[in-house]
C-alpha cells in the first residue's frame, strides 16, 4: 500500500525555521512528482511547492517563494520542505502528496503535519 | 498564481442532484483536461473523486461525475447521500511545470 508519513511540524517563533520530511513506501518512488499542499486550520487548500521526479524541475506558490524550498532523496523515498523565514500566516496542516501523472493529479495524501507559526 | 472561483456553499436534499462550479481561466482550467476534485470530510485528508475533467478512480461511486465547458468545470452529484457532506475542492494544471491551483472549496450539506 502506497504511504506518505509526513514529520517535522511544530511550534516554532516567527522568523525562525523549521525542516519538514515525508517517508514515502509502497512505491517507485522516482517515478512521481511530489508535492506540498497545505491547508490553514478552517481554510481551504494551498498547493505550496512541487518538485520533478528528477529534481530538475521545482516550482512554488507565490506566497512561500523565497521563502521554502522543496527537495528530495529518491535513494531514501524521502521528499523534504525547508521552510525559513517563517511567518504567522504560514500556521497550517502541511500535507505531503504524491502526483500521479506529472500534471497535478494527487493520487495519494499523507495525513499531514502541522505547523504553528507564533511568539 | 490566482485561486480558482468556488460557490462556497451548496446544498441539497437525499436523492438530488447538485453541481459545483469551478471556474478558471484560458491559462489553467480553458487550457488542459486536467482538472481533478477530492472530497474531504472533516478531520481528513483529501480524497481524489474525479480526474482528468471526468474520469473517477476505482472505487468512487458512478454518483459523482465531471464535465468541462470553456473555463468552468463542474462536479455534479447524483443521489445525493448523508455522507456526500464534506467539503470539495477543484484543481487544475497550470501549464508549466509542477504549478498546482486549487479552487476556494465548497462545503455541501445534505438537508
Known amino acids: 500500500d502506497v504511504q506518505l508519513v509526513e514529520s517535522g511540524g511544530g511550534l516554532v517563533q516567527p522568523g525562525r525555521s523549521l525542516r519538514l520530511s515525508c517517508a514515502a513506501s509502497g512505491f517507485i518512488f522516482d517515478n512521481h512528482a511530489m508535492h506540498w499542499v497545505r491547508q490553514a486550520p478552517g481554510k481551504g487548500l494551498e498547493w505550496v511547492s512541487g518538485i520533478s521526479w528528477n529534481s530538475i524541475r521545482m516550482d512554488y506558490a507565490d506566497a512561500v517563494k523565497g521563502r521554502y524550498t522543496i527537495s528530495r532523496d529518491n535513494a531514501k523515498n524521502s521528499l523534504y520542505l525547508q521552510m525559513n523565514s517563517l511567518r504567522p500566516e504560514d500556521t497550517a496542516l502541511y500535507y505531503c502528496?504524491?502526483?500521479?501523472?506529472?500534471?497535478?493529479?494527487?493520487?495519494?495524501w499523507g495525513r499531514g503535519t502541522l505547523v504553528t507559526v507564533s511568539s | 498564481q490566482s485561486a480558482l472561483t468556488q460557490p462556497a456553499s451548496v446544498s441539497g436534499s437525499p436523492g438530488q442532484s447538485i453541481t459545483i462550479s469551478c471556474s478558471g481561466t484560458s491559462n489553467d482550467v480553458g487550457a488542459y483536461n486536467f482538472v481533478s476534485w477530492y472530497q474531504q470530510h472533516p478531520g481528513k485528508a483529501p480524497n481524489l473523486i474525479i480526474y482528468e475533467v471526468n474520469r473517477r478512480p476505482s472505487g468512487v461511486s458512478y454518483r459523482f461525475s465531471g464535465s468541462k465547458s470553456a473555463n468552468t468545470a463542474s462536479l455534479t452529484i447524483s443521489g445525493l447521500q448523508a455522507e456526500d457532506e464534506a467539503d470539495y475542492y477543484c484543481c487544475s494544471y497550470a501549464g508549466s511545470g509542477t504549478l498546482g491551483v486549487f479552487g476556494g472549496g465548497t462545503k455541501l450539506t445534505v438537508l
Open positions: 502528496v504524491r502526483d500521479k501523472t506529472g500534471y497535478n493529479l494527487y493520487d495519494y
